[in-house]
């Protein structure tokens, strides 16, 4: 097995993805092999998986979230970067989708759409193109749950310029505030964040977050707006003070 190294300016990242899925690199070390029931507690969703729910699983890694998604009778699709990735799975899930190819989903098809150790390896505006796609093809009370990390030095949080090095080994961290920013750029909402992970030898640590479509029955309904807009103006308060 041949280990390369993210700076390697010759493999895109779109290759970089290619090659540890196909075996070729340390695919132990790239690609996550978290269990379903792991990343759902983590990400605060192990209420919204159950059978017959029509689930988007982000994010491929070695597969074991899909698997166990499929295992408890979920409707499963999933979206990779990697056509390698995707070849894993296609005989176990209903659809498999490329970034280029998931616009054709139909809106109001997911219950549920997660994304674990993704968000980290994707520029700003990447993320906002896929989190206004996956917003848009969320049903009614739909949730769009995301694991993203965050630096404990401020100075390497919402760096404006992301070099391939950083995207290919998951160095993209942002503060809670700019991923608010980001998912309202979308066009979604934040209505639940949760700080799921610290991590001292990497000074570091991750985010899980719930978003929405802005017609999600919490947030549309008139009777709940006003304590909505209080609880999310109180969070933003907590992170950017």
């Known amino acids: 097995m041949e280990k390369i190294d993210p700076s390697d300016s010759s493999l895109s990242v779109g290759d970089w993805w290619e090659y540890h899925h196909k075996g070729k690199g340390d695919f132990g070390l790239w690609l996550t092999g978290s269990s379903g029931r792991d990343?759902?507690?983590?990400?605060?969703?192990s209420e919204y998986v159950f059978s017959k729910q029509v689930v988007l699983n982000i994010g491929v890694g070695l597969g074991n979230c899909t698997r166990d998604l499929v295992s408890c009778g979920c409707t499963v699709h999933v979206l990779d970067i990697s056509i390698s990735a995707l070849e894993k799975v296609r005989g176990i899930v209903d659809a498999c989708w490329l970034p280029e190819t998931f616009n054709i989903v139909s809106e109001g098809t997911y219950d549920l759409t997660i994304s674990n150790l993704v968000s980290q390896h994707m520029r700003d505006d990447d993320l906002i193109y896929q989190i206004a796609n996956v917003t848009k093809t969320l049903k009614h009370g739909g949730i769009f749950a995301m694991?993203?990390?965050f630096a404990w030095d401020s100075e390497l949080n919402d760096l404006?310029?992301?070099?391939?090095?950083?995207i290919k080994g998951g160095g993209v961290?942002?503060?809670l505030g700019k991923m608010i920013q980001l998912v309202q750029a979308a066009g979604g909402v934040v209505v639940w964040a949760n700080r799921i992970g610290m991590y001292p030898d990497y000074r570091s640590g991750w985010y899980a977050i719930h978003i929405v479509r802005p017609d999600f029955p919490f947030v549309s309904s008139e009777s709940k707006r006003k304590t909505f807009v209080s609880s999310i103006s109180s969070l933003l308060h907590r992170v950017l003070s």
Do not use: K, M, S, Y
């Open 39 to 45: 990343v759902w507690h983590n990400l605060g969703i």
């Open 147 to 149: 694991q993203f990390a």
């Open 160 to 166: 404006p310029n992301t070099e391939d090095t950083l």
């Open 173 to 175: 961290c942002r503060t």
